[in-house]
Structures are given as C-alpha cells and as structure tokens.
C-alpha cells in the first residue's frame, strides 16, 4: 500500500508538470533568444567601432559618465570595455598614444591590467606592478570613484592588510557613499573566501543596504551575501543554519523589491535577477524563482552561474527548466480544484 500510494503521488506529480509546464513558459522568452551577457544599446556600436580598432565612441561614452557622474554606468561600461580589450586591445592602445593623459584611458588600462595580472599564477606579483596604473588612474578625475573599486579589487588579490583596505575604502565612499561596485568590491575582501567571515560578510551587506537610498543597487548586497554563502563548500557539506537561512530569505525579499523598481526585460538589472533568481531556487521559493526570470527576460548574465559552471549560459537556462518544473509540478491538476470549487458553498452572494 506504501509503495503504491507514492507511485499515485509521483504519477500526479508528473501530470501536474505535464499540464502546467507550457502555460508556465508564459512571459520566458525561448532558449534561442537568451543570450549572455547582452550590451545595452549606449554599449553596443562602441564595441563594434573598438573591433574595428577605433576608440572615439569609447572615449566619448566613457567622458559622458565621468561629465554627468554616471558612476555606475562608468563602471559597468569600463568592465565591459575592458574584458574586450583583453583579446582585442588595438583601439586602447591607439588610444592611449592619442591620449595618454585621458583619464578615461587610464581607468580602462587599470582595469584591463588587473584583469590581466588576476588569471596570471603569479597574481600578487603582477599585481604589484599595476600599482602605478591604478594611481594614475585615480589622478585623472579626483571625483571618480570607480579607480578605487579596481583599488580594492587589486588589494583582495594582492593580500593587502585591512589597514589598507580599510584606507582605500575610506577614499572611494568619500567619492560616492552607495556606489555599487566599491560596495561589492568590499564585500569580496570580506568574504570567508577571503579575508572575512560569512557573518562579516553579511553585516556588511545588512549596514550598507540599511544605509542606502530607495532603488539603489546596494540594496542588492545581502542577496550577495547570501550568494557567497550558498556557493561556498562549507554550504555543499552542510547547508546554512536556521539564523544563516533567515538573512538568506530576508537578503532575498529586499531584491525582489528592489528588482520591482525596474522595467521588466531590460539590460540594467539583469545581474542582480539573474542572482536573485539563483538564490531563490537555492531556498526551494520556486515561484518567486521563475517571478525573476520572467523579468529578467532574455538577459542572461555570466555572473552569477559563471562561478559554478564554465557554461554560464547552459546553467542559466537548466535552471530556469528546473524551476518552471517545480512549479509545474506543484500547482494543483484544474479538474481536481474545479470539482472541489463545484461542491462547496458558495455563500450568500453565489
């Protein structure tokens, strides 16, 4: 009787997925239209006119931020041109010969030298000698604080003390108190992978969210926090205690209402949903789960899936099944729900 009563029970699960996994697929777009790391339309014709070796599109983008103090697109937009330029680099360098004072310049050689010494197995060394870049980078525009993110970046990997840590972080937030990038620059180093604790980590994340404006990116930090936990081994083996799942789930509800803030489908906050999204399958709140994925439409993100796979792209989308056919197989079969409506009262206003 055992057995065959769970054999009923996984047969009805089954026709639960069956039935509702295509009614769900609402609102996702298909596979073939989800692509990775998507720049957004500002982005797009400067890496076109940088594969072609020129620079003057980057250099106006890039001058743009800096003019209007648009850090984090400044800092997003560097990333991006950067990571580029790690295979591609002529336009830089012709830049750099045009314009070797530029800060702009300066600031995507930092960041592209970093980068670089970072793969490198000898990384501490290598690191020491971008050193200079950064400092020339950081003199180009005093009110600039997204130098001092590659600063802190560079001191995680070069095991700078926290006294120097704690000076470099001083100098960024005296530029931009809630810039976003510093902020996770600054949760890395204290993370337990590094130089922190879990617990470290988290507090950080709570104070600064705490801290920030409505609608800012910090407020995504706790959902960071809680993705170093999740992703470590320690998580693997054990899984988080009940106070750990508590600031997990309450990391989690304060980026669902941060992502309510943004337009479904567009580029801008596709990380943070493709995070939150991963964090929320990790807890089982499988709703809320596909909720992000819905919204973050065909933008998928490297980060988070590229620190557990080398398929970035394929993890994304297997977990997106994944939790589509969680749902599926949790939402009641309608003929089963239809009958139970049809027998019960109605009340006085049927």
């Not at 995504?220 to 693997?236: D, G, H, K, Q």
């Not at 993890?315 to 139970?340: H, K």
Request: charged share 25%; aromatic share 8%; net charge negative.
């Amino acid at each position: 009787m055992v057995h065959t009563m769970s054999f009923l029970r996984a047969l009805i699960s089954t026709a639960r997925m069956v039935r509702h996994a295509m009614p769900l697929s609402a609102g996702l777009p298909p596979d073939r239209e989800v692509l990775l790391d998507v720049p957004d339309d500002l982005l797009a014709p400067v890496l076109v006119s940088a594969a072609h070796g020129e620079y003057e599109r980057a250099a106006k983008l890039l001058a743009a931020t800096r003019d209007a103090a648009e850090w984090e697109d400044r800092d997003r937009y560097v990333i991006r041109l950067a990571v580029f330029a790690k295979s591609r680099d002529a336009w830089l360098a012709a830049w750099l010969r045009a314009a070797p004072d530029d800060p702009d310049a300066l600031l995507v050689r930092a960041e592209l030298a970093v980068r670089r010494a970072w793969e490198s197995p000898a990384r501490a060394e290598l690191l020491r000698e971008t050193a200079p870049l950064i400092d020339a980078a950081a003199a180009g525009d005093p009110r600039d604080p997204v130098p001092w993110r590659v600063a802190l970046d560079h001191a995680r990997g070069s095991h700078a003390p926290h006294t120097t840590f704690e000076t470099l972080w001083e100098q960024a937030v005296a530029r931009s108190s809630h810039h976003y990038g510093c902020h996770v620059s600054a949760l890395q180093y204290l993370s337990a992978h590094w130089y922190g604790s879990h617990r470290e980590c988290f507090d950080f994340a709570e104070r600064a969210a705490a801290d920030s404006p409505q609608g800012s990116l910090v407020r995504a930090l706790p959902v960071r926090a809680a993705f170093t936990l999740l992703a470590s081994e320690e998580n693997r083996t054990g899984g988080p205690t009940a106070l750990q799942g508590d600031r997990i789930d309450a990391a989690a509800d304060l980026a669902i209402e941060l992502s309510a803030g943004y337009a479904a489908g567009v580029p801008c906050p596709a990380e943070v949903r493709n995070l939150l999204a991963y964090v929320l399958a990790e807890r089982g709140r499988w709703a809320a789960a596909l909720d992000q994925f819905r919204l973050t439409g065909p933008y998928a993100t490297s980060f988070p899936w590229v620190c557990l796979t080398d398929d970035p792209l394929g993890r994304f989308l297997e977990t997106r099944d994944g939790v589509r056919i969680q749902v599926a197989s949790a939402t009641p079969l309608r003929g089963r729900a239809d009958r139970a409506d049809r027998g019960a009262s109605r009340g006085h206003y049927a």
